[in-house]
């Protein structure tokens, strides 16, 4: 289908409400919309950062999904206690591909579940005993472990429990950080809370809490912040940087640990990838300590090159030198890769449906192999993840925030895609519908796809999945029963 006029997005957005009962239509209008990027901010075309419309199935997460599955879970060496019944900790655990190196069990624990599994009792009598013995336990099953973090599931908020005060007792006598995280799963619209929650934790227990031993900076100290090492992506980040002469101190929190972000501090720049997820650090840091932080881009070579000159600007020659000689030296291998894929991917469309940054971030990348986004939206963004997203969009091109279930699929039949990245609750939707999906949370088992070497294997995917005959000889299960219908008819 070809790109839809202002009037004709408009239209469509109208259509596809009609199917609500009034309050319902009433409310959904403000988080559609057609991209206008003559605006400077989003606000005046689209709500965002609400409460979703009860009764529709939302695809959105929760403030303990925020905290603990993207926030503190990657940080490799501490163990992540989910205080409450096991059900979300069991489903919040692995499930996120954060690579690390270490051996699991000994040094690093991100990818085992450690949880009070809260039962009956303990709603009507409460957990702070509980929570205690299992820190005890844990100190003796598992010694080499940095600290501890209390990642508090929804009965505990509703009961009461002492979190602060059972973690402080634990911190003393165990000599190791134990922060407690307030980060049931009810609290704010969605997940976005939860990183919110998380960030303030990291300043309250964890910054300036330095075990007192020296720390040599250099000139070249930078800081990853949020990324998570979704199939190895902040590993790619860090062998650009480094090829840029930076010195990486510390990664938040993919292949992390507490030690680095008590170094962050003492940083020159902090490189900010997710920035819904942790703005808030970053804006701390830069208020508390001086150390401005810069939102960059490492996805597909469009944007590789443009946020490595932006990084390098706020160095010396030397560094600006070492980036331009880098990005010279990649650039015959991007020309090969662009050259092998775009032939065969031009022109198609996709629309996007994710969380945190992607949405916006991976467009480029898909712009690169002549790939046209001709839809997007964000699970949980606030308005200044749109006020960037705008830019990056074609004008009049379709905007969702927390859309339904049936939006989403009524925009996919109607738009015809050639492809979704969406996430895993999505995808074997669109697949029975004939339609290639990509899970562009976790790189549907592939990645990374930062860097450099990431857009060689992100543009493989592209190309794979499109070019999977599957999907053209695939007929939908309500397209079957017709058929047979129309059989039996005759």
């Avoid at 926030?71 to 499930?95: E, F, L, N, T």
């Avoid at 379709?398 to 989403?408: A, H, K, P, Q, S």
């Avoid at 999505?426 to 990509?438: A, S, T, V």
């Amino acid at each position: 289908m070809t790109t839809l006029s202002r009037e004709e997005t408009d239209a469509l957005i109208a259509e596809v409400l009609e199917v609500y009962p009034e309050k319902a239509k009433k409310d959904r209008t403000k988080h559609l919309a057609s991209n206008d990027v003559t605006i400077e901010q989003s606000k005046k075309c689209i709500t965002s950062n609400r409460k979703s419309l009860p009764g529709v199935m939302t695809i959105r997460g929760c403030a303990y999904a925020g905290s603990k599955g993207v926030v503190w879970g990657p940080i490799k060496d501490m163990i992540h206690i989910s205080h409450g019944p096991v059900g979300c900790g069991q489903y919040s655990r692995a499930g996120r591909r954060n690579y690390y190196v270490g051996t699991t069990g000994v040094d690093t624990f991100g990818t085992m579940n450690f949880t009070s599994d809260f039962q009956e009792k303990d709603i009507v009598f409460g957990g702070d005993k509980k929570l205690a013995k299992l820190i005890e336990e844990v100190e003796q099953l598992f010694p080499l472990h940095k600290g501890i973090s209390v990642q508090s599931e929804c009965p505990i908020g509703l009961i009461g429990d002492d979190i602060e005060s059972v973690s402080k007792k634990a911190s003393a006598a165990l000599g190791k950080p134990v922060v407690p995280v307030r980060c049931e799963g009810f609290r704010g619209v969605s997940q976005s809370l939860g990183h919110h929650i998380a960030n303030d934790a990291i300043r309250d227990w964890v910054l300036d809490k330095r075990d007192g031993q020296a720390f040599e900076s250099t000139p070249y100290d930078v800081a990853i912040i949020g990324d998570y090492n979704i199939g190895g992506d902040a590993w790619a980040t860090r062998i650009l940087l480094e090829e840029m002469g930076l010195r990486v101190v510390a990664q938040w929190s993919g292949d992390g640990t507490i030690a680095e972000m008590m170094n962050t501090p003492k940083v020159k720049l902090n490189l900010l990838h997710c920035y819904r997820s942790m703005n808030y650090i970053s804006r701390h840091m830069e208020e508390k300590y001086g150390i401005p932080y810069m939102e960059y881009n490492f996805f597909g070579p469009t944007k590789i090159v443009e946020s490595c000159r932006k990084i390098a600007a706020f160095f010396d020659d030397t560094v600006k030198e070492k980036t331009e000689a880098m990005i010279a030296r990649y650039q015959v291998m991007m020309d090969a890769i662009i050259a092998k894929y775009k032939p065969r991917l031009q022109g198609k469309k996709v629309m996007l449906y994710v969380g945190g940054l992607r949405p916006r971030h991976v467009i480029g990348a898909y712009e690169d192999l002549g790939m046209e986004v001709i839809g997007t939206g964000y699970e949980f963004a606030h308005n200044d993840d749109y006020d960037r997203t705008i830019k990056e969009m074609g004008d009049a091109t379709l905007l969702y925030d927390d859309v339904t279930g049936f939006e989403l699929e009524e925009f996919v039949k109607r738009l015809k895609p050639d492809m979704v990245g969406s996430g895993i609750k999505e995808k074997y939707i669109f697949q029975k519908m004939g339609i290639p999906l990509r899970q562009m949370h976790s790189w549907d088992y592939s990645g990374p796809y930062h860097g450099y070497d990431g857009f060689a294997i992100f543009a493989r995917d592209m190309d794979i999945a499109l070019s999977n005959p599957t999907f053209k000889n695939l007929v939908p299960p309500w397209k079957k029963v017709a058929e047979e219908e129309v059989k039996k008819a005759a």
